[in-house]
């Protein structure tokens, strides 16, 4: 099955880190010849010309959108809602719009439901020590995760789209429930940052009998405080663009804190050893979860209704089963039939079967096929 990715231009809204490795990688990979980017930052679209970027440097998002068949914003995330709302306005009936922000909630409220039709967020998981264009490599989306958040109102064929560009950089495209996405990274990113970043003023400020706290630090302590050098600017964007989720895990954080003064507070070793277990299990999950990439893909084809949202729902039921669709084609019913064609490919017999379950679950007929 070929990927449908994009058949025509494709139009960056930032051509920093991001933008620049997914202009370098849809080159690279031949699946975008004209890639056009945009950006207000001094020399950024020089510096992407001379890297090979974008094809064609923009002076503004006008004239970069204008044909596209997608535009993905990849600007910092405080100002993607806006900027996704002013694309949409001046973008083709036919271009998809999707980003690459760490919180997708803030830019769905930000839209109509007419807009989110031709919109579907994303978030590749992926970053690199450098910042800027001068940062960016073909490869840099490689086996990452790439979230995708689509929503019913969604069209298919855009989604389907999106999907075969992410596909086609070496990224894994997995959708999923924009609020479910937001909590996964209030967890497992924004917290951590909070975290390091806290206990990094703290050590900072610390100096008993005058000896400085920083000056006694070992491996473990720079292993934790890795990412408290952070961009201030950046994170505190971040957080504000995701503050419900990440007021709900500092909160949950505090419990487990708390829980541990009460065990020290009575003595209690038993519930200091089962703690720190359960946490090394966890951290072993963490280690062990690499996906050995085993197996031959299986294609699932489905029976879907025509109706606004299949595709979304089919692809972040999947999602949320940790269940990758390698690739997708949907085949629209046509005027005088009920059902249309979902092609799924997935690799390895047990993620087919799960795959099968949980569709025919959802009410959808769906066998193995060719």
């Not at 993607?80 to 694309?87: S, T």
């Not at 070992?218 to 890795?226: E, H, K, M, Q, V």
């Amino acid at each position: 099955m070929a990927t449908a990715g994009p058949g025509g231009p494709v139009a960056l809204v930032g051509v920093g880190l991001i933008g620049g490795s997914l202009g370098l990688a849809l080159r690279a990979r031949g699946v975008a010849s004209d890639v056009r980017g945009v950006d207000p930052a001094p020399g950024a679209l020089d510096a992407a010309l001379r890297c090979g970027a974008i094809t064609t440097g923009c002076d503004d998002i006008p004239t970069a959108v204008s044909g596209a068949d997608v535009v993905v914003v990849c600007a910092p995330v405080g100002a993607i809602p806006g900027l996704v709302h002013d694309v949409l306005a001046v973008a083709d009936e036919g271009t998809v719009v999707t980003d690459a922000g760490s919180a997708k909630s803030a830019v769905l409220q930000a839209l109509t439901p007419a807009e989110r039709e031709r919109f579907c967020g994303g978030h590749p998981v992926a970053g690199g020590e450098q910042s800027g264009v001068q940062g960016a490599r073909a490869d840099l989306f490689e086996g990452a995760i790439w979230f995708l958040t689509p929503t019913a109102e969604t069209r298919p064929a855009l989604l389907e789209r999106v999907h075969g560009m992410v596909a086609a950089t070496g990224a894994v495209p997995v959708a999923v429930a924009a609020d479910v996405h937001d909590h996964l990274m209030a967890l497992v990113s924004h917290l951590p940052h909070v975290l390091a970043s806290a206990l990094m003023r703290q050590a900072a400020s610390t100096a008993p009998q005058g000896r400085e706290a920083l000056r006694s630090a070992g491996p473990s302590f720079r292993d934790l405080t890795r990412v408290a050098g952070a961009n201030p600017r950046l994170w505190a964007d971040i957080l504000l663009s995701n503050r419900d989720a990440v007021l709900a895990e500092t909160r949950r954080h505090r419990t487990q804190l708390a829980d541990v003064e009460a065990a020290l507070e009575r003595g209690d070793r038993e519930w200091l050893e089962a703690f720190f277990a359960t946490a090394a299990t966890g951290r072993q999950r963490l280690l062990d979860q690499e996906d050995t990439g085993g197996g031959e893909v299986v294609r699932i084809v489905v029976a879907v209704p025509n109706r606004p949202g299949v595709l979304s729902e089919i692809a972040t039921a999947l999602g949320h089963a940790h269940i990758n669709i390698e690739d997708l084609h949907l085949s629209p019913a046509r005027a005088d039939e009920p059902f249309g064609s979902l092609a799924l490919d997935v690799v390895g017999e047990d993620a087919a079967a799960r795959a099968l379950a949980l569709i025919s679950a959802n009410g959808f007929g769906a066998a193995v096929g060719e």
